[in-house]
Nanobody, 123 residues
Framework: QVQLVESGGGSVQAGGSLRLSCQVY????????MAWFRQAPGKEREGVAA???????NYADSVSGRFTISTDNAKNTLSLEMHSLKPEDTAMYYC?????????????????WGQGTQVTVSA
């Protein structure tokens, strides 16, 4: 059973930076992807960034060039570096894992989710 625990959210001003972390507990299997999703009030959950087991990333157009997803296999962690934050980045951010070969950004591909961490960006 895989469990995911996020940390690192907070409040920043526009233009600022944050780093989110996701601690992975349990064995994910050899062919898996991990991802970050976000959901703002009244909006659908959207994929932000995903990464496959070989470290190949995939980014949503809205964050490409500003966010970086990475894994540390020795520490069993997934991270999301966020720079040049905008008010529209404000949302609850979720870590997710799934047994898929390609780093998809659609939530239906992932079957394990963390509890979320809030990111608030003020203008």
């Amino acid at each position: 059973q895989v469990q995911l625990v996020e940390s690192g959210g907070g409040s920043v001003q526009a233009g600022g930076s944050l780093r989110l972390s996701c601690q992975v507990y349990g064995y994910t299997g050899s062919d898996y992807c991990m991802a970050w999703f976000r959901q703002a009030p009244g909006k659908e959950r959207e994929g932000v960034a995903a990464i496959d087991s070989e470290g190949i990333p995939n980014y949503a157009d809205s964050v490409s060039g500003r966010f970086t997803i990475s894994t540390d296999n020795a520490k069993n962690t997934l991270s999301l570096e966020m720079h040049s934050l905008k008010p529209e980045d404000t949302a609850m951010y979720y870590c997710a894992a799934g047994g898929l070969a390609a780093p998809m950004l659609a939530p239906e591909w992932y079957n394990t989710w963390g509890q979320g961490t809030q990111v608030t960006v003020s203008a």
